[in-house]
Structure formats: C-alpha cells, structure tokens
C-alpha cells in the first residue's frame, strides 16, 4: 500500500513552490497525498520563520500531534524550510516526537530522509533524519555547489494538462545577500544564487505545453538577477525578461516577485513595457518612510530614492499597479519616524500594502543591536493607522475601475459564499446588487479572479471556466475587491490567440 502523506505550508511563495517541488519528488517515489492529517502515516510542515505569528502556528501544529505519536511510534513527522535552518536540532530537544528536520537548501534530499524514516518497523519510532546546511557551511558553500543542488530541484518537476495547472511558479534566484537587520532569509536560505537563463527558459515552456496560462518569475530580490555565464557573458534581468517573453508566445501572463527598490534598471522598466504579455505589476517593498530607519533597517535606500524610483517605473508605464510591504514599531520609531512612514504611503498610492507590526527574529541583526522597545499597543495603533489610510487610497482607486471592464484570469471559487435569494439578486457576502434580469439561468458559482495589474475580482461564473481568461465588466469596488458581471461574450482566453486590448 502506497504510504499517506500529508503536506501543510506556512509562509511566502517560495514556500509554496518548494512544496510543489518535494511533493512532486516523493509521488514519484510512491508517496500519496491525503488531505486529511489524521489519515496520513507521513506528516511535514513546510515552515516559515520570517514572522513569529507563523512560526507560533507551526509549534502548535506540533503540540497537537504529541499524543498521536506516542499511541503511534511508526508516524513520520518532519520540519522542513526556514524554520528546520533557523532553530535546527534545537527543535529535536523542544519536540522530541519531531523525525525530520530539513533546511530549505537540503530539499532535494527530502525523499531520502523520509524513505529512511518511513521503513521503520511498524510499532518503532523511527531513527532521525536531519539535513541542515547550517550558517558556516552556507555561507561558505562554493556558488557552483549550491547551483547544483538548487537545480536538481528544480529540474524535477513536471506537469501535464491533466493537472489542471494555470498558474506556476518558476524560481530563478534563490537566497539573498541583502542582509537586511530585521530578516531571516540571508541565514535560513543561504547566499543569492542565480539560476542559468535556459533552464529557466526550459521550465517555463514545459509548465506553458502543461498548460500553463500564468508564470510567476521569482526571487527574494528577483530584480537583482544576473547570470554569469562561463565564457564571461553576463544575462541581465532585462535580457532573462525578454527571452522568456520571446520563447513562450504561448504563454499569457509573465509576472515576477518580489523586487528590490534600488536594484531596478531602466533596461528592466522598458522590458516590460515593451513585453505585451508582462503584466504591469510590481511589488516593490518600501519598508519604511523614515531615512534614519531604512538606514537602521540596512535597506540601502532613502525614502526620496524610493520616491523617485516610482516616479521613474510610472513614467515607463503609467498603467502601473504597485503594491508594496511596510514594518511599524521598528526599534526606536519614533511618532515623527511613523508620519514619514504615512507621507510615503499618501505620496505613492499603492495598489495595496501588506503591513507588519515589528516581531523580533532570533539570530537577526536588529535582535542583536536593538531592543524592541516599541510598545505592542503602539505598534497595533501605527498598524491600524496606516492600513486606514491604505484602505482609503485602495478604495479610490478601485472605485474609478467601475464600468470599465477588465481581463481576468479566473484562479477558483471565491472564499465570499454566493447565495442567490431571489430572481436577478446576488448576495455576495455582506451586500446585495441587482443582476439583469434578463440573464439565462446557466448554473453560476462566485468564482474570483485577478486582472493583470494583481486586482482581485469576484463574479457569478460557471465552474467550468476555472483556469480560463476573461473579460469582467466593473460594478462595485472595496478597498480589495472589484466585483463584475460577466457578460455574454467575454471568454477571451481558450489557450488561443491572446486578447489584443489590457484592461488594467
Ligand atoms: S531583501 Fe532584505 S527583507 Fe528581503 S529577503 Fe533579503 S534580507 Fe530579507
């Protein structure tokens, strides 16, 4: 009987794809999904120790599997990514029914270390695995070597039409050398590395002949790629931008995460203005609007710098949807330090803003230098204050999307019940709107979906048209949804020609 495994990721994309990755790795090997923990013989969480809210989860997760693995000694649990690398054997003494530990640049060993548990006599605990690459050994680990392993990972995956896959992620750089003093990635994830330029290339069309609609680029400073090739040649992120537009016609939509605000050239600005099928979005993490905290932060940019780099990418593309991440209560912020924090957001207009209270990150910089002395009921009225004036700028914005109507490709079944309560009305959550009453009755699900500047749109659909673009006419906006009718006529993406006009 094929062993049940069950997978829970915690944290940011990476996370997700590294997921995608491992899983495809030990189906091959005979492993079967289950989404049911209490069924599975195998049981991983792939961790995040960027945030401590995330990493509370993951202790509590293992708290609640105590007593199952003292009735049953033969269950294989295992830490796998950040947090495995950050706390390593620390977590063994802390869980003691924890099996596996496994760092997120030791994945590829992943099928290994739970084969190894897993042929464990029934009735035995299994012996423990670890694979951790630890601070000295990562930081000193030859570039070459740790390309290697990042490809044997990467090279893995496949996917066909049958999966139903419209949406992926491809990894081109993974680490970072940034070494911002509030981040843990710099130590959980090792040096930046880049991936070669054909590799990339190569997955991107095998996920496009899968099926794939959308291709998600990503890096923790992605914009800062550039490929040295061994003849010398270096392949700039403008130049990768352009060939993996140019090799996938087929392909609908090229985004990338996460951008770094100083590292952005102009090369890259005019690919994707010049790139039809490069959506114009970007998430350009700010941080801070206070010089004296980005400096204090290590971000290498002043608030004016971010300004004019905005400034610069909105010139090339005005159509440009920006979102951007924010930290409040940062060691010594000051109210003058938070108003700066404030202007900024009023200044740039973002599309949305994903804000965070400051938590402490063990082995950081900043825990070191810094004490958090920001009280905890300042930091939640800074978080409440900019979110306010986010929410106001967000709301605006969609508000001048109504009667216009937009491309989108269709991601699922929206999380807001639709419940039809009489002919011609929707229920959609918290409010009512009237439907023409001339619509045919074609069972219809609130499905939602995302334009190419990254909006969220929900709308009455059928099922069916998960995984397929189309157009969505605006009738109402909040802060983080627009809300369409569907009309008629609107399914513009088949896995056929493109549509010629971008609506966001
Ligand atoms: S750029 Fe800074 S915040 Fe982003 S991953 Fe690197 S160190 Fe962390």
Known sequence: MRPKLYLETFGCQMNQLDSELVLGQLHAHGYQSVEDRDQADVILYNTCSVREHAEQKVFSRLGELRQRKAADPGLVIGVIGCLAEQQGKSLFRKYPHVDILCGPGELDQLVTLVHNAAVTAAGSRPPRQLALMGAAARRSATLAAAEDRLELLDLSRSISPADEVSQAYVRITRGCNKFCTYCVVPYTRGPEVHRPPQNIIDEVKKLVDGGAREVTLLGQTINHYAYRHGDGRVTTFAQLLYQVHEAAPDLSRLRFVTSFPRDFSDEALAAMRDCRRICRYLHVPAQHGSDRILKLMNRGYAAEQYRQFLSRARAYMPDLCVASDFIVGFPTETDADFADTLQLVQDCRFKNCFIFKYSPRPGTIAVKRLADDVPNHVKRWRNTQLLAAQQEISTYANRLMIGH????????????????????????????????????????????????????????APSSLKGRIVEVQIIDAKNLTLFGDLPQTSLIGDGGPLPTRVAS
Request: cysteine-free; glycine content about 8%.
């Open 405 to 460: 109507t937009v491309e989108v490709l269709v991601e699922g079944q929206s999380k807001l019940v639709s419940k039809r309560t009489m002919p011609g009305t929707v229920e959609l959550g918290w409010e009512k709107r009237r439907l023409d009453p001339s619509a045919p009755s074609t069972p219809t699900t609130q499905m939602v979906g995302r334009t190419r500047g990254d909006q969220i749109v929900v709308f009455d």
